[in-house]
C-alpha cells in the first residue's frame, strides 16, 4: 500500500502549505470563515472549485498558482539553493554574526519607562477632566 501523494492533489497540497506556515486548521477556518471540520475535508479532497480555491490562497498568503504547482521537492529544492548562495556570498562564506547591536534589556526598561510616562500623563488627564466638571 503507497502512502505517496498524487501530484494533483489539491487538498493535500492546501494541507502542507497551511503546515509550512505553521497555521492549524483553526487559524485557516477562521480565515475563511468556517469551521475545522470543513477545512478537514477541504484538505482531504483531491479536487476544489477555483473560487474556494482563490479564497484558499488568500487566506494562506498564496498564489493560486503557488498551490496548483506545489511540490515538495519544490520546496527543498529552493531552501538548498538558498542556503548554498548565502554560503557562497559575501556573507562571510556562511559565518554570520548573531550576535545584538543593542541591549535587549536597554530595550525593556526603555519600553517600561515609556509605559510609565503614557499612564502618567493618562492620569493627569483624567485629574483635569475632574477639575474642569467639578468647575462647571
Known amino acids: 500500500m503507497s ?3 498524487k501530484p494533483n492533489h489539491i487538498g493535500r ?17 477562521q480565515a ?4 475545522q471540520q470543513a477545512v478537514s475535508i477541504m484538505e482531504n479532497s483531491e479536487t476544489i472549485d477555483e473560487e474556494k480555491l482563490v479564497e484558499v490562497a488568500k487566506a ?17 529544492n529552493y531552501f538548498n539553493t538558498f542556503n ?3 554560503s557562497g556570498s559575501s556573507f562571510g562564506n556562511g559565518t554570520y554574526n ?3 547591536t543593542f541591549n535587549p534589556l536597554d530595550k525593556v526598561i526603555e519600553l517600561y519607562e515609556r509605559l ?6 493618562l492620569v493627569q488627564a483624567e485629574k483635569e477632566k ?3 466638571l467639578k468647575g462647571k
Open 116 to 121: 510609565i510616562q503614557a499612564e502618567k500623563e
Open 3 to 5: 502512502t505517496a501523494t
Open 60 to 76: 494562506l498568503g498564496v498564489t493560486v498558482e503557488a498551490i496548483k504547482n506545489f511540490s515538495e521537492e519544490g520546496v527543498f
Open 84 to 86: 548554498e548562495t548565502v
Open 13 to 29: 497540497k492546501i494541507s502542507r502549505i497551511r503546515e509550512l506556515k505553521d497555521m492549524k486548521q483553526e487559524a485557516l477556518a
Open 130 to 132: 475632574v477639575e474642569l
Open 98 to 100: 548573531n550576535e545584538c
Open 32 to 35: 475563511l470563515g468556517t469551521n
